[in-house]
């Protein structure tokens, strides 16, 4: 397998490597896995008050792509509103690094990493609205 | 000789359909089934039947190295019952057992200049990975409950894959952990 040269520069350069506290009301982790390789992933985002995203990292077991996957959405969802963040779609991904056929499903890996840290932050927000 | 049956596997080997296996009926009915199909013995035949031989003797050894792997076995069985385990399929909702598996990634990342820790790992990885393929089993056999085998089965997936990561860390003691070709 050879893999392409931006999966390659995440992949030794990885972007945003690391953990948020888990229990900060203002951070969303999204934990995925895919059976198929084994592969897992953890993207964590830091929503402002006004919903934006302002940080995010990530922590991946897996393959060159699923890093480069995961490293690539943390840097494209800094900065965008938590809507925004979840119009990403696998394909973009996908197209962005050059994925083959065979590793796509990295990218959709990546795709639900986004919609799972978003979901954890708003189940957290409603949880505790009156924190805000 | 007669048509390819489009049967399971397990009424190739005339065996029970079901996730337990006997290993040693299985391999006494391949080892039947091979010298009865084996293309040597189609040498004197026509050119059809030859080729109908080598299509039997393919597969019988694609079932038999289907149904002697456990993993493989299960996910055939699941499909047998309309239950196809779908490992293309994104887990997000097993979030306890990912965050094990986040876990152990890390650990093994920590036991990388550690024996000792390394082979504690390994042996907590083996136990979880019999326990796994124990309830596989009740769930495959004793409740027929298709939904939680496909569970395990997913599970059982990602277990695998770090007991192979270990045996290769192991073996090599190589350091770029987070590499591997999946």
Redesign the interface.
């Known amino acids: 397998?050879t893999y392409s040269e931006k999966v390659l520069d995440h992949?030794e350069n990885p972007r945003n490597v690391g953990s948020f506290d888990k229990s900060d009301e203002n951070v969303g982790t999204?934990?995925?896995?895919?059976?198929?390789?084994?592969?897992?992933m953890?993207l964590q985002i830091k929503v402002n008050e006004q919903g934006v995203i302002e940080d995010a990292c990530f922590?991946?077991?897996?393959?060159?792509s699923?890093?480069a996957s995961s490293s690539l959405v943390t840097e494209w969802v800094k900065g965008k509103s938590i809507e925004d963040a979840l119009k990403i779609k696998n394909s973009q991904i996908a197209e962005e690094l050059a994925l083959p056929p065979v590793k796509i499903?990295c990218s959709?890996?990546a795709e639900?990493?986004i919609?799972?840290a978003v979901d954890d932050y708003r189940k957290k927000q409603s949880g505790s609205g009156e924190a805000q | 000789m007669s048509e390819l049956p489009d049967q399971g596997h397990f009424a190739l080997f005339a065996l029970p359909v079901r996730f337990r296996l006997d290993e040693a009926a299985l391999g006494a009915a391949w080892r039947a089934l091979q010298a009865q199909f084996h293309p040597d013995r189609a040498a004197h035949l026509s050119a059809v039947e030859q080729r109908r031989a080598l299509q039997w003797a393919t597969r019988i050894n694609e079932a038999y190295n289907v149904l002697r792997e456990p993993l493989a076995r299960a996910a055939h069985l699941l499909e047998l019952n309309g239950a196809p385990?779908d490992?293309?399929?994104?887990?997000?909702a097993?979030?306890e057992f990912?965050?094990q598996?986040?876990q152990w990634?890390e650990a093994l990342e920590d036991a990388r200049s550690d024996a000792n820790a390394l082979a504690a790992l390994a042996r907590e990885i083996e136990d979880a990975a019999r326990e796994q393929q124990d309830a596989l089993a009740r769930a495959c056999d004793d409740q027929q409950d298709y939904a939680a085998a496909a569970q395990w089965?997913?599970?059982l997936?990602?277990t695998?894959?770090?007991r192979a990561e270990i045996a290769r860390f192991s073996s090599h003691r190589m350091t770029n952990g987070?590499?591997?070709?999946?």
């Open positions: 397998m992949y999204g934990m995925v896995g895919a059976p198929a390789c084994g592969d897992v953890k922590k991946t077991y897996g393959c060159g699923a890093i499903h959709v890996l639900d990493a919609r799972a | 385990v490992l293309e399929r994104n887990v997000g097993d979030a990912l965050a598996q986040m990634r089965l997913r599970r997936h990602f695998e894959r770090i987070t590499a591997a070709n999946c």
